[in-house]
């Protein structure tokens, strides 16, 4: 379907992120508080791959499953050093970096479907999914 | 370099925050804000965030990082004009937003900051209105 990459390198990329992420919700017809969560988990992944990827790219695919309802699926895809463990990097509050530690974690509740692939020296992969 | 814009008005400092605050830029806000507080003497902060369609975990923790520094400055802050769909997100995001008084609009958040100020209504509109950005 529908794919659209965009390249996370500076603060200012997030705000594109945000935009087009926005923009690609509200055309695919997702309520206001869908499209804000979309918006905010997008926002809080795009800050992850700055911050400790060191830089990457968001992929954004539209999505239709057999029962014809359409989707979103973001993928956040960074050749940073990786994440030593993923569980903790899941855990409400824990934080590497200087932020509260609510990005993953948060993320994972604002959309229906996480997935996070990390390899140590590699980068990290971290795909999320909202269903209409 | 880009700022946000910071009216006084009496006792007041008032900010509403109109674009889509990429990282720094909220983070000047917060120095400058720190600093006009300091500057001003200002007994309390009001910041609109009615034309924010997100508040992400960057953007909240600026905000109690202001309400944090105020208090230590003895200045009330709060934040008023969430949007409904910001606030269920932030709930969900697992933000509480603890230490930060909030209120439904700017009337409500005035009324707040006077009540606990303990001001009468026109006390806080000193003559002087000044705009430095």
Known sequence: ?132 | MERIPILKMGSFLLVTIQVDMHDQLAMNLQEDLTNRISATGARAVLIDISALDIVDSFIGRMLAGIAGMAKILDAKTVVVGMQPAVAITLVELGLSLDGIHTALNVDRGMALLRNSLELSDDEDLGAELANES
Request: glycine share 12%.
């Open chain 1, 1 to 132: 379907m529908n794919h659209e990459e965009l390249q996370i390198r500076t603060q200012s990329d997030i705000v594109l992120v945000r935009k087009a992420v926005r923009e690609l919700t509200a055309k695919l017809g997702f309520g206001l508080t869908d499209q804000t969560k979309i918006t905010t988990a997008a926002s809080e992944l795009a800050r992850n791959t700055l911050e400790y990827g060191l830089g990457g790219h968001l992929e954004m695919e539209t999505l239709k499953n057999d029962l014809g309802k359409s989707g979103i699926r973001l993928t956040f895809i960074d050749q940073g050093p990786g994440i030593a463990d993923i569980a903790l990097a899941l855990t409400d509050g824990f934080t590497s970096g200087k932020g509260m530690g609510m990005g993953l974690s948060g993320s994972k509740r604002l959309m229906n479907e996480f997935t996070i692939d990390s390899e140590m020296g590699k980068g990290t992969r971290v795909s999320v999914t909202k269903w209409k």
